[in-house]
Nanobody, 120 residues
Framework: QVQLVESGGGLVQPGGSLRLSCTAS????????MGWYRQAPGKQRELVAD???????SYADSVKGRFTISRDSAKNTVYLQMNSLKPEDTAVYFC??????????????WGQGTQVTVSS
């Protein structure tokens, strides 16, 4: 009954910007950590950025200074602002959300993925 929906991907020229969003819908849970991963063809999935419930952030070295992760806790939404995009940023981007359920237990959910293509 939990749904995780991503949006914001697309085709952009080098140096351009995109803003990804991911929203967790449902009930009886609290969103803990949220993160963004990406996977390019022929490569393994890698962590791009994450943000804790307290707002602490971390980034992969390859995106530091260019990407910003943020969250709107009231909307159970995580964002990834991507600036100064490079062709090597081309990948499918997935959000991952850790949900703590009020009745006990936790579960990680993955978004469906959104394609980001950086090309001239």
């Amino acid at each position: 009954q939990v749904q995780l929906v991503e949006s914001g991907g697309g085709l952009v020229q080098p140096g351009g910007s995109l803003r990804l969003s991911c929203t967790a819908s449902g009930r009886d849970f609290r969103v803990n950590a949220m993160g963004w991963y990406r996977q390019a063809p022929g490569k393994q999935r890698e962590l791009v950025a994450d943000i804790t419930s307290g707002g602490s952030t971390s980034y992969a070295d390859s995106v530091k200074g260019r990407f910003t992760i943020s969250r709107d806790s009231a909307k159970n939404t995580v964002y990834l602002q991507m600036n100064s995009l490079k062709p090597e940023d081309t990948a499918v981007y997935f959000c991952n959300v850790d949900l703590d359920f009020f009745e006990g237990g936790w579960h990680d959910y993955w978004g469906q993925g959104t394609q980001v293509t950086v090309s001239s």
